[in-house]
DNA sequence: CAACTGAATGAACAACCATTCATTTTTAGT
DNA sequence: ACTAAAAATGAATGGTTGTTCATTCAGTTG
């Protein structure tokens, strides 16, 4: 673990506040993959920025604060890419599916670092409701725009028999379930294999627009 | 949090040592569904059993050492379960897949405190090699397991398009994600509903076995 | 009933770690 | 160049927690 800066030719004090937290919040998540949410100390996190002891205090006020700040970070990284696609006006509604899966199993996503931060405070969400509920509105927002392109998908191709929310359950599920194969088995399962399943289940349900 | 004896009338210590080690593995899983991995403590875990701040080193050593006993407790109830079913003559391939769903959405397996505890170790397994290999052996045993009930079905029923390994995969990753949600979104979805998510995927590669 | 065994207790200890804040360093304004 | 404000530093602090172990106590044996 070396202590990295943003900017090599640049001297810390010059990025701006803005740039100061994002360089914290992506030293937690660093840290966090490396040692556990448990395991992550003010001074793993710090080492990890090339700054300070103190600095995390001056920006985010305590640890807790940071590691919300932190769970924040790549939950809207997460929602913007996909709110993108589901706003993009130029493309059709099976562009956006096949976009929005390109999307979960793009590098950004499955990189292993930020899985292990999306699982270490998934595993905490039940005694956290700070957690729980940063995650609970992310988690809605997505379900009701997935769902709403099944149930348009399903008008335009005539797919009667598809329930569009158990569709959206079970595609939710599916890539939970795999990001968590990539990140237990990376040996194992690659994320264009995953993606690979992901798209054999909606073959399943719209097969004349998602042939394997 | 109330502290709790496992028998009211037998005083503690007239119990077995394999009882005692029992008794503050399931006190354990109570706390780190209460309060998390990371906020448990020895205190609260000997308080919640009803004993002594010292009975853990007693019994455990260190602390560290009774969270791999908690996991490998829970790893082996689950693996326990579902061999039981795999191994079990009288039932037909068919039979022994529904088994294995009914088993993965019970009450036993989707207890939200049980649910709390697989996610809090799997979201520290990046960082911790040794919950990462008690992980990884009841992975590839029960995958062995299902893929080969799944390629008997493809035979038998001549579903000469399945994919066995694909199956199994997606299904494990289907069920992961249900649990997901069920410990997230406990209002949301309910085990029932789980169940009837991950059967509607077998239905659609099994149509003549598992109809919806 | 007395002596013995080992399970259980919990006060005390030592290590760890988040937080504080007096001091130093840098930047911006004049 | 000088000054004031802002940012950053890191030694010191205090609270927390895992671990230890001398002592207590229940159950058993002869």
């Known amino acids: ?4 800066k943003a900017e090599p030719n640049i001297t810390p004090r010059s990025l701006s506040k803005q740039a100061r937290r994002k360089q ?15 395991g992550t100390t003010m001074a793993d996190v710090t080492q990890q920025a090339g700054l300070s002891l103190g600095i995390v205090n001056l920006h985010f006020q305590t640890k807790e604060k940071l590691l919300i700040e932190t769970l924040s970070y790549i939950s809207n990284e997460y929602t913007t890419g996909l ?13 956006k599916i096949l976009a929005h ?3 979960d199993f793009s590098r950004k996503i499955t990189d292993r670092n930020k899985l292990a931060v999306w699982f270490a405070f998934w595993g905490e969400t039940k005694s956290r409701p700070t957690y729980m509920s940063i995650c609970a509105s992310y988690i809605s927002e997505i379900a009701t725009n997935l769902t709403q392109l099944f149930a348009i998908l399903k008008q335009q191709g005539g797919y009667s028999a598809v329930d569009p929310d158990l569709v ?7 890539s939970d379930g795999l990001w968590l194969d990539l990140l237990m088995t990376p040996k194992g399962l690659k ?4 993606q690979t399943v992901a798209m054999h289940y909606l073959t399943t349900q719209f097969p004349d627009h998602f042939k394997n």
């Not at 914290?24 to 448990?38: N, P, Q, R, V, Y």
């Not at 993009?88 to 562009?95: F, G, I, R, V, Y």
């Not at 359950?169 to 599916?174: G, K, S, V």
Request: overall charge negative.
């Open 83 to 95: 709110n993108e696609i589901f706003n993009d006006e130029k493309l059709t509604t099976e562009q």
């Open 168 to 174: 959206c359950t079970c595609y939710t599920a599916l």
């Open 191 to 194: 994320p264009a294999q995953a």
């Open 1 to 4: 673990m070396e202590a990295v």
């Open 101 to 103: 899966i390109n999307f």
């Open 24 to 38: 914290l919040i992506e030293a937690t998540i660093k840290c966090i993959a490396d040692k556990g949410l448990s």
